[in-house]
């Protein structure tokens, strides 16, 4: 089965902080998404991208970068960290398009102080 | 408006008890998939659907294309299948439509 990792469970980060969320997947698919968890708000998508170096915003991109220079591996950034994005964040990853499953890391619980 | 509806929000049942959450949609569908998510954990893909049923072990997931409406049972339901449970719809291209999720507990 396909396996995502992220590379850590919790973190704790100060206001202004540069934040970096890595996600590594071992089964060659195209397709990476970073998302982020709020209570009551759902899954909100951040940035995706379906191809090393290409990338799309989603719905919710303001104050993050992301980066896909090898296929495997698509990092989440957060340039200069504020209390607001205090959150659960989630990895995923999808074979090319078409009904496909999406595969989950374990995410990141991030606070912001 | 949420173009993924989930009720209910929250369920409590007792172990052995036969469980059902439902998932409505407002969008153009090319799969709907249930997602399970532990306390602290990450999520796990249990069904991908696009038509009809589809069961594996004591879970059941149905979709009625026509009502835009989606099921996930649960038989003899046990305090393991204690979690969140998340339908997501899977539009055109990369774009996903995510429920806020159904918080379960089980007690034994």
């Known amino acids: 089965d396909v396996k995502v990792t992220q590379s850590s469970r919790y973190l704790v980060k100060r206001t202004g902080e540069k934040v970096f969320l890595e996600c590594v997947q071992d089964?060659?698919?195209?397709?990476m998404f970073w998302y982020r968890q709020d209570p009551g708000l759902g899954l909100r998508l951040i940035y995706f991208?379906?191809?090393?170096?290409?990338?799309e915003k989603g719905d919710i991109p303001e104050g993050y970068s992301v980066s896909r220079e090898k296929k495997e591996r698509f990092s989440l950034i957060l340039e200069s960290a504020s209390t607001n994005q205090t959150s659960m964040y989630l990895c995923a990853t999808r074979r090319w398009r078409g009904g496909e499953k999406l595969f989950f890391g374990s995410g990141t619980q991030l606070s912001v102080l | 408006k949420n173009e993924v509806e989930q009720s209910p929000q929250n369920l409590t049942a007792q172990e052995g008890e036969f469980i059902t959450i439902n998932c409505s949609y407002s969008?153009?569908?090319?799969?709907l998939h249930w997602l399970q998510q532990h306390p602290g954990g990450g999520i796990v893909s249990l069904f991908m659907l696009s038509s009809g049923k589809k069961k594996h072990g004591r879970l059941i997931a149905t979709i009625n294309i026509q009502e835009k409406h989606s099921s996930l049972h649960i038989t003899a339901s046990h305090p393991r299948d204690s979690a969140v449970y998340i339908c997501?719809?899977?539009?055109?291209?990369?774009?996903?439509?995510f429920g806020t999720g159904t918080s379960l507990t089980v007690i034994p």
């Open positions: 991208s379906y191809d090393v170096k290409m990338k």
């Open positions: 969008v153009g569908i090319s799969a």
């Open positions: 089964m060659d698919h195209e397709n």
């Open positions: 997501a719809v899977g539009s055109a291209g990369n774009q996903f439509y």
